[in-house]
């Protein structure tokens, strides 16, 4: 229809469906347009669309296989919440029973729904804070609370991972009606790489890499190597004792001894987003109050031949 220049009637007023944030963290695009694969059961595309009825909107969602382009799940709604998407999901995988490791991959678009699925479904929400932790490492952990944070959650991490639970928090009532997320509403922001291209001068960049990516020496897959141009290093294990974040003014004066006092806005980053995050939570904790991060990281600016590495 596009190629032909028609499109559908509307009649009233357009309703969207689709609310995306493009400053959103969210998974990579494996798919890149691509929707012609060699068998079933090896691209899920799914979607949610809206039907005017009589008495109001019927909103309708679906997951096709990308193969025979057939319908292998489908739910219909009075309401675009987050449950009734997953609930289309669910019956396709009932259906098809797809086998493990067989690399089916389940493309969606950024709408908010989509997002706020896991959140609803384990009961996240302002009602109570959110309690992160991983198995130590804290990257993991800490990649969770940037995007919980990122949302307006109130959040926290747990210092020291699992390790560190000495007994299981008071669990607040889950949630039953759908979550609203609200976007770049928590105390760290999200820097993305035209953003970050144009404000090089005005801020001060955190590498939370190994030496050795600092350096260019070890380039992680990417095709070129080296470190942002005035970048400041301060490897993320530094941050670290053991499985524990440093405390506060120790890490402090670390930032301090790197060029990241603070007098400028700290953008922080790695080659994937994890190290990241735990470098702006260590920024957040020693009172820098102006952090971003960098989430899609030095991967992405390498990627990109007009961006300057050193």
Known sequence: MKVMGTQGIVRGKPHRTTIPDKKAPCPLDKVNRQFRVPAPNMLWVSDFTYVATWKRFAYVAFV???YARKIVGWRVSTSAHAGF????????VHERRPAKGMGLVHHSDRGSQYLSIRYTELGVGSHAVSVVLDDGR??????VWFILQYFGL???????GLAALDRTPHQAPGRTEPLTLKPGSGMV???NRVGLKAELEKIQVFDARSAAEFRGEDLKGNARGGHLPGAAHLSHDALL???HLRPAAEIAGMLDAAGLDGSRPIVSHCNGGGRAALA??????AGRDDVYVY???FADWAADESCSIV
Do not use: C, F, H, W
């Open 64 to 66: 096709i296989d990308a």
């Open 85 to 92: 998407v997953l609930d289309a999901l669910e019956q396709a």
């Open 138 to 143: 804290m990257t993991e952990a800490a990649r």
């Open 154 to 160: 109130p959040v926290v991490v747990l210092n020291g």
């Open 189 to 191: 922001g999200l820097k």
């Open 241 to 243: 004792d053991g499985t």
């Open 280 to 285: 702006a939570l260590a920024a957040v904790l």
């Open 295 to 297: 989430y899609l990281s």
